[in-house]
């Protein structure tokens, strides 16, 4: 079968990707162990009005696709919003996106490296993205599509290749936006933060937060308070951010040879979601699942998920639902590591640990999220340009779209 140049491209990105996600683990090493970011702050710019027409980009080929006209529908619970990243080039852009119906209700535009966070109750949308050399925060309002706010921001962390984890996120009241940054101190030496900004104001805090020896990929997970996931602990701080609760959990090494033969341990953590105000559920690449109480300091509850032989959690890809109740677990095989794509998804209850329903996923993916109410999970294939959704019950696919833009990654369901 003829493969595509842009599918080349594409599919070198994800090769490489996963060397730079761990490469970013080493930087926070030489970080001397602080995690956190001097001179952040957000400046109020003008409103910036949504452009008068939103470029689709093709599917194939990196040219521009057809022009839409400025429409923009009211949200529907189960809709999708999606993170076209237009291979880091000058302009991204969200879409909205009705995957049963297979039809693309609205179109933002975007600057380049843009990330994005939904409030909890669907009524905000948060894009940071580089416009002219500066980086900025955009609130936008959900029913219109409009942006009602832009601040500045400075050391935003952003992704050089397109990114499988989210870099912000929302408090639960809906009034901080936390921003992953990113300060360069000297060549080859970074220091990462989070930088929390109050929506109404843009003021923004960021206090230096200690992380130990290395944090891994640092995923953020936002539901009650603030929580990064690092390789070894659960930190988890107050919504301004304040100090650190830190929870350190026990030795779970399993090195296994990567495609060069060369040891790799995937005992370390992927991920985490929040089951509840006091509990974060952290897992590890091997598929060792830990129930954290971040009140108590200490892990309540462990169990070893099914995951296969040969098989890994994929770095990121694990999600709770929105009460709570289940986590939703992202599984490849380790042979395809380099490509950062799963075939599986888990769907764990959340108190006994226990798996509940396994989806295959055919043709593999590369992201996910999940609905409002927990019945259907969403996958993003990169390489494809497709969404498709799938109910946690059944495992069944119920619809797909293709033809997402160009560099489709991130994704979150409408609420």
Request: charge should be neutral; charged fraction near 20%.
């Amino acid at each position: 079968m003829k493969v595509s140049p842009s599918l080349k491209r594409i599919r070198s990105v994800l090769n490489s990707r996963m060397a730079l996600v761990f490469a970013f683990a080493l930087l926070a090493v030489a970080s001397a162990g602080v995690f956190g970011s001097a001179g952040v702050r957000a400046d109020p710019l003008p409103p910036v009005p949504t452009p008068d027409r939103a470029l689709v980009l093709s599917p194939g080929g990196g040219e521009p696709g057809r022009l839409l006209a400025p429409s923009w529908q009211r949200p529907e619970p189960g809709w999708l919003l999606v993170l076209d990243v237009n291979r880091l080039q000058a302009e991204g852009q969200i879409l909205l996106v009705d995957v049963l119906g297979g039809t693309v209700k609205g179109v933002l535009r975007t600057g380049q490296d843009p990330a994005f966070a939904l409030s909890p109750d669907g009524s905000r949308l948060f894009v940071a993205a580089q416009v002219g050399g500066q980086d900025s925060l955009d609130v936008i309002d959900m029913a219109t599509s409009k942006s009602i706010a832009r601040y500045r921001l400075t050391s935003r962390r952003a992704d050089t290749l397109p990114p499988v984890t989210s870099t912000m996120g929302v408090s639960a009241d809906g009034n901080w936006v936390y921003v992953v940054t990113n300060e360069i101190l000297a060549p080859g030496i970074d220091r990462a933060g989070i930088t929390a900004v109050e929506v109404a104001t843009g003021r923004t805090v960021s206090t230096p937060i200690a992380v130990g020896t290395h944090c891994g990929p640092a995923v953020l997970v936002v539901t009650y308070t603030p929580t990064i996931v690092c390789s070894d602990a659960v930190r988890t701080f107050g919504p301004q951010p304040g100090a650190a609760t830190t929870v350190t959990l026990p030795a779970n090494r399993d090195v296994r040879k990567d495609w060069n033969g060369n040891p790799f341990d995937i005992g370390v953590l992927s991920g985490g979601a929040a089951a509840d105000a006091e509990h974060v559920l952290a897992v590890a690449g091997n598929g060792r699942i830990s129930r954290v109480s971040t009140r108590d300091q200490r892990v309540a509850m462990s169990a070893d998920l099914a995951i296969g032989a040969d098989r890994w959690v994929l770095p990121g890809r694990v999600v709770g639902s929105h009460d709570g109740s289940r986590v939703y677990v992202g599984v490849g095989r380790f042979a395809d590591r380099s490509d950062a794509t799963g075939d599986q998804i888990l769907v764990v209850e959340a108190f006994t640990l226990r798996t509940l329903a396994v989806i295959d996923v055919p043709g593999r993916y590369a992201t996910f999220t999940v609905s409002a109410d927990g019945k259907r999970v969403y996958t993003v294939d990169l390489a494809g340009q497709t969404s498709s959704a799938w109910d946690t019950t059944t495992t069944r696919r119920l619809g797909s779209i293709s033809g997402l833009g160009e560099s489709p990654t991130l994704a979150t369901a409408i609420r």
